[in-house]
């Protein structure tokens, strides 16, 4: 499971980095704080599906 979320966060990077948008930019268009998406996107918290 552990491997399953690293990959996920790293996909979520790559797209953010992609689209040239901030950490906050999605942050805010997912209405999460900024703190919340950048442990989704480190791995280090699971993300959830509701987002």
Do not use: F
């Not at 491997?3 to 209405?31: F, K, N, P, S, Y």
């Amino acid at each position: 499971m552990d491997e399953q979320i690293r990959q996920i966060a790293q996909r979520l990077q790559g797209l953010r980095d992609a689209l040239d948008l901030t950490a906050a930019d999605v942050a805010a268009e997912c209405a999460i704080p900024l703190e919340e998406y950048r442990k989704a996107e480190s791995g280090t918290s699971d993300i959830s599906l509701s987002i």
